[in-house]
C-alpha cells in the first residue's frame, strides 16, 4: 500500500474515531504539479489527500491559527521532518500543545515519499538527531559560501540588489509557522522601528529583522523562499543563520519541545570573541 | 579633504556599568575625544539590534556598545542574553555585507573610567580611518528622490 | 493598408523614439524577476514572456512614491511637491490584459477627484500591446469577457506574424498613431500570415457568478469561510494584481522635515481596516477575502459598469497557497448551477 | 469625471496648513481644537464646500492623518472645529500640540446633512459620547435658525459624568427655554451630584417618548448604541427613512480612492459620512 493510501486510510479512522477533529494535509492543485493545503473534517472526504514529491509545503502554521486548538481537541496533520521541528519550536515556545498534534510525517525525496515512524512530535529523536548530523544541501551551501567569500561591499551589492525587488506583500511572513506574533513589528506605529514603504531602504530594514526574529527558530523549510514573488533568495540568509547558531551554541532548532530557545537562554561561558 | 574628518559615533550603554564608568572618566578628567553621543539604557539586555541599524541609517559613522562584565548585570543575566544576540546579529549584518569593523562591542565597568576612555579614543581613531559611512547614502537617496518613472 | 513592424528594425524604432523624446520600456527578465523596466536596445527586451511577474501597473503607480516634503518652521509649513518625472513614454510589449487593467481603474482614479499621479502618467504614456499566441494554465481573459487581443487600454496593437518575424500594426489612438508616426519609414508593407490567438478556455460563468455575489443572503454565506480557509493573508495577490489599487500613506520623518508617501496597501492584511479603537470590521481573513472578491465582481461593477479584474490569472498563479480569483469564481459558478 | 477637487489644488492629496488658535479639554482623553486656515485661498475653498456632516483628516507632518467629523456648524465657517479621543499616533501628536502649532488639513469631504428637507420639522438628536461631536455640527446648524424648525430635542448619554463632552454647551442649551436636553450616564457612572437621568440611552430615549410626527432624528455614537437605540426608535414609531446617522471607518485618502471605507457597494468617504438608517440597513452588517 503506498503512503497515500496508509495515510488516507489514518485519516479516515482518525476522523471517524472522532480521536481528530480536522485532518490538514494536502490536496490536489490548480495544475498537476501543484499541491495545495487541504483541511479534511469528515472521512469520506479523505480520498482528497494527496501525497507525494509534490508536497513541499510546511503545513505547521495553520495549527496556530486563531482559536484552532482552543477546545483542546486533536488535529491531525501531514508534515515533513521540517514541519515537525516547527511543531516542536512551536510547543517549546507554548504556542500549543505538542499532545494535542497527531502526526502523519514523511520524508520528502527526489520523486517519492516514505513515512516516517510516530505520531506524537516526541516520537522522531533518531530522525532528528541524524536531520542534525547531515551535511545541508550542497547547491545552498555553495551560494552561501559565495556569498561569504565576497567583500563586505560586494554582499551589501548584492542584497542591496536582491531587497529592491521586494514589493511588501509579507507572503514569507504570512507563509511562515514562526512568524505568528498577533502584531509583527512591522505593524506597530508607535514607534515605526520599520519603515512600511517599500523602497530599498524599508525593504532591507524589514528583511535583516525578519531574518533576526527567525534566526536560531528557523527549521528551513523553504516556505518563504517558495512564496516570494519576486524570488528573493531568503533561504540563503536563513541557512547562514542556521550555521551560526549551529557553530556558535551547538543549537538546531526542533530537536525537541523542551528546548531552550537560543536567543532566549544563555551559558556562562558562550564565546565572545569579539566582544572588548 | 582640507579638514580634518569627526566621525560621529553612538554609544549604546547600560546606566548601571558603562555609564557610571563613562561619568568616572568624566570626574577623574580623563580625556577622550567628543565624538560619542552617549544613550543611556537600563540594560544591554535592553539594547534592541534596530538601536543598531537606526543609528547607522540615521548618520551614525560608528557604534559602540557597552555594559557590565559576564555575571555583573543588575538584573543578574541581561548582558549574557545581549551577548548571544549580539554573536547572532553580528553574523546577520556580515552576511549582508554591513562592515563589522563600525560596530565595536565591549563589558566596561563603573569603576573602568580608564578603560572607558581609552576606547573611545582607539574607537574613534578607528573610525575616523575608516572615512565616513556612506554605504546607506545611495539607499537614503532613492527614499528621498521622486519615482523616477 | 497593412503595416508590419519587422523585429529586427526594433533597435531602429527605439533609436527614432529616443530620439523623438520618448522613453522607451519593456518586458525584461533581471535578477529572477520578469518586469518592464527602462530599454536601450531591443535586445534587452523579452518578449516571449506570456506574462510578468510585476505588472504594469506599477509604472503608472508606484509601490511606493513620495508625494511632498514637508519641512516644518515655527510659523509655516512649506510642502514641496513630488510630482511624476513628466515624460512622454512608451511600453512596449505590455499584454492586453495588463494594458486593460489600467483602462479599468482610470474611472476610479478620476472619480470627482482626479490622482493627478495616475493621471499624469497615463497621459503621458503609449501602451503599445502585442496579442497574446500562447497562454498558461492561469490565464483567465476570456472568463471576464475579454480575449487575448482586447483593445481596451491598449493605443496600438501588435499581432505577431507566424514565423516570430514582426508584428501586424494595428493604430487605436491618436496617442498610438503620433508615436509610430516617427517609425512609419521603417515599417513594411509585405503581406504575412497574423499567427491565431491564443486560445484560453473558459473557467467560470462571469453571468452566474455576478448573480450570485450580488444575493444579499450569499454574503454570510459558510461559502466564504470554505473558500479561503488556507489563506494565509499576504498581500500577493493584491499587490500582483494590475487592477488593486489600494493605497496607504506614511510620513517618514521626524517632526521637523521629512516626506508623505503613497505606498500600495492590501485589502488582504488585517490592519488594512482596523480603527484606532480595536475594532476591525474585517477582522477575519475569510472577510477579508470576501471583500476583495465583491469588491472586484460586485461593487466595482456596480460603480463603473467594468469588472475590476482583467483575468490575467497572477493571484492564482503566485499564491503560496495555491488560492485565487479563478478557483473561487469556478467554486461560486458551481454552487449557483 | 468632474475635475473637482474641493481644496482647489492640483493634487488632491496636497493638504491645506491651520493654525491652532483654542486648545480645549473636553473629557478625560478628548480635546476639541479650533482651527484657522493660513491661506485665504484654502479657507475660501472651505467656505465655498463646506456642510454640515462633511468630515476632513487632519494631521502632523511626520505623523500622519487622522479623519474626524468637522464640529463646527456650517452656520459658522470662520474657524474649523474637531474634537477626538486620543488613541493612536495621530491622535496623540494632535493632542499635544500646542495654541499657536501648525496642522494640517484636507476636506471637507463626503456628503451632508440636508438640512433645509428639516425645514418646519421637530427635530430629535440622540447621540452617545464621542460621537457629539458630528450631532453637535446639525444643532448648531439648525439652532443658528432656530425659527426653521419646531421641536428640539436633544438626548445625550455618555459611559460616565466626566466623558461627557461640551460641558459649557450643555448648560447653555438645558439653560434654553427652546430645547429640550435629556442628559444620561451609564449605571455607576453617575457623579454624587449628577441631577439627571441614569441608564443606558435606549432606555432613556424610550422612557423620554419623543412623538416621531414629523420629526427627524439624528442618531450617532458607537455601534454597539446605534443598534439599540434604532430598536427603540423602531418602537417609537419612528421610519427608518427618517433617522440620520454618521457611519465611521478607517480612511487614508477621503476622496475614494484608497479603498479601505469600502462598505458594500458604498465609500464611506464618498457617499457618507451621513446615511438614513434605511440606507444603512441595506450594507452587509457584519462589515460595518
Partial sequence: MSIQEQYRKKAAELLSSGEVKLVIGYGAGTTPDRRRPLFVRSADETSKLHLDAACEANLSGYLVTEGLLADRKKVGIFLGPEGIRSVNILASESQLDPDQIVIMGFNREAESVSALEGSNVRDFPAMLAALKEQAPGAGEQALVERIENMTPEERFTFWQAEFEKCIKCYACRQVCPMCYCRRCIVDNNQPQWVQTSSHTLGNFEWNLVRAFHLSGRCVECGGCDRACPVNIPLRLINRRMAMEVLDAYDHFSGMSPDQETVLASFKKDDPETFIL | MNEQFEPKIVAFVCTYCTYAGADLAGTSRLKYPPNVRIVRLPCTGRISPMFILKALQKGADGVLVSGCHPGDCHFTSGNFHARRRWTVFRALLNFTGIPLDRIRFSWISAAEGVKFAELISSLTDDIRKLGPFEQYKAMIHETETPVSL | MIQILLRDKLDDCITRWHAAGYDVIGPQKNNNVTRFAPVEKASELDLEIILTDRTVKELFFPQTEPMFRYRIGKQAIDTEEYLPPGRKRIIFGSRPCDASAMAIDDPLFGWDFKDTYWFQRRNETVMVTIACTESDDFCMCTSLKLAPDSPLGSDIMLRPVAGGKGWHVELLSERGREAFDRIEALLDDSAAEKEPIANVPKRFDLDVCREWLADPENFESHFWKEISIRCIGCGTCTFLCPTCHCFDFQDEGDTYSGIRRKNWDSCSFALFTMHTSGHNPRSTQSSRWRQRIMHKFNYFPGKFSMNSCSGCGRCSRQCPVDMGITETLQEITKTAK | ?288
Avoid at chain 4, 19 to 32: H, M, N, Q, S
Avoid at chain 4, 156 to 179: C, P
Avoid at chain 4, 182 to 201: A, K, M, R, Y
Avoid at chain 4, 247 to 274: A, D, F, H, Q, T
Wanted: net charge negative; with cysteine; charged share 25%.
Fill in chain 4, 1 to 288: 469625471m468632474t475635475e473637482k477637487t474641493n481644496n482647489g489644488r492640483q493634487n488632491i492629496y496636497k493638504p491645506a496648513i491651520m493654525k491652532i488658535v483654542d486648545k480645549r479639554d473636553e473629557a478625560p482623553g478628548v480635546k476639541t481644537l479650533r482651527l484657522e486656515f493660513l491661506d485665504p485661498l484654502d479657507h475660501e475653498m472651505f467656505r465655498l464646500h463646506y456642510r454640515t456632516g462633511m468630515f476632513g483628516l487632519y494631521g502632523i507632518f511626520g505623523e500622519g492623518e487622522s479623519t474626524f467629523c468637522v464640529a463646527s456648524p456650517e452656520t459658522r465657517k470662520e474657524y474649523i472645529e474637531c474634537t477626538f479621543r486620543q488613541s493612536g499616533r495621530v491622535t496623540s501628536s494632535l493632542a499635544n500640540s500646542e495654541i499657536g502649532d501648525l496642522v494640517t488639513y484636507r476636506g471637507p469631504y463626503g456628503n451632508r446633512f440636508p438640512i433645509e428637507e428639516f425645514y418646519g420639522k421637530n427635530l430629535l438628536f440622540i447621540a452617545g459620547g464621542i460621537a457629539l461631536p458630528p450631532t453637535r455640527s446639525v444643532i448648531w446648524s439648525c439652532l443658528d435658525q432656530r425659527e426653521k424648525f419646531g421641536k428640539v430635542t436633544i438626548v445625550y448619554g455618555a459611559r460616565t459624568v466626566a466623558d461627557l463632552v461640551y460641558k459649557h454647551e450643555l448648560e447653555e442649551w438645558q439653560n434654553r427655554s427652546d430645547i429640550d436636553l435629556v442628559l444620561t450616564v451609564d449605571p455607576g457612572g453617575e457623579s454624587p451630584d449628577w441631577q439627571h437621568h441614569v441608564g443606558f440611552v435606549p432606555t432613556v430615549l424610550e422612557e423620554a417618548a419623543p412623538s416621531p410626527d414629523n420629526c427627524i432624528a439624528v442618531l450617532c455614537g458607537p455601534p454597539i448604541m446605534i443598534k439599540f437605540t434604532l430598536i427603540s426608535l423602531r418602537k417609537l414609531g419612528f421610519q427608518e427613512e427618517n433617522v440620520y446617522t454618521t457611519l465611521e471607518n478607517r480612511m487614508k485618502c477621503g476622496v475614494g480612492k484608497c479603498g479601505r471605507c469600502n462598505v458594500g457597494s458604498v465609500y464611506i468617504c464618498k457617499e457618507g459620512p451621513v446615511f438614513t438608517a434605511a440606507e444603512v440597513s441595506k450594507m452587509p452588517q457584519s462589515d460595518l
